[in-house]
């Protein structure tokens, strides 16, 4: 389940970063437990789901707190995935919220005929 979070999660933030952002912006995590924890876990994930590559990072209050590349970008050339790659997904992200909703609805939580508003308590102010 985690995993469908990240691939609904994964085009709505790849989409949020603009790529003229200035490193000087980028703050390092206060230990290096904390940075050598996350990077392991994305080693981790990118091995157990075979996921050539990824980049990530972390905002806090608007800055960029941890950034960072794992595994390779570009699986023909070796190029070294870093926390500024890019990665073109198209507009497969649709097809991936299908599959996930797909899915949800078949493990009977989600009902497309229940507001997903109240699922997620959500209020609107008009």
Same mark, same amino acid.
């Given at each position: 389940?985690?995993? &469908?979070? +990240? !691939?609904? *999660?994964?085009?709505?933030?790849?989409?949020? #970063?603009?790529?003229?952002?200035?490193?000087?912006?980028?703050? &390092?995590? @206060?230990? =290096?437990?904390?940075?050598? *924890?996350?990077?392991?876990?994305?080693?981790? #994930?990118?091995? %157990?789901?075979?996921?050539?590559?990824?980049?990530? &990072?972390?905002?806090?209050?608007?800055?960029?707190?941890? /950034?960072?590349?794992?595994?390779?970008?570009?699986?023909?050339?070796?190029? %070294?995935?870093? @926390?500024?790659?890019? #990665?073109?997904?198209?507009?497969?992200?649709?097809?991936?919220? &299908?599959?996930? *909703? /797909? %899915? +949800?609805?078949?493990?009977? %939580?989600?009902?497309?005929?229940?507001?997903?508003?109240?699922? #997620?308590?959500? +209020? !609107? =102010?008009?």
């Amino acid at each position: 389940m985690k995993i &469908a979070r +990240l !691939l609904v *999660a994964v085009p709505f933030v790849s989409s949020s #970063f603009n790529n003229d952002q200035r490193r000087e912006n980028v703050i &390092a995590p @206060r230990t =290096f437990s904390k940075t050598l *924890a996350a990077s392991k876990s994305l080693v981790t #994930f990118c091995h %157990k789901s075979g996921t050539p590559g990824i980049s990530v &990072a972390v905002s806090k209050g608007g800055k960029i707190i941890y /950034a960072t590349g794992v595994g390779c970008s570009d699986v023909e050339n070796l190029t %070294k995935c870093t @926390r500024d790659s890019v #990665f073109r997904i198209a507009s497969i992200s649709k097809s991936i919220t &299908a599959v996930i *909703a /797909a %899915k +949800l609805m078949d493990q009977g %939580k989600l009902d497309l005929d229940k507001n997903i508003l109240v699922r #997620f308590d959500i +209020l !609107l =102010f008009c």
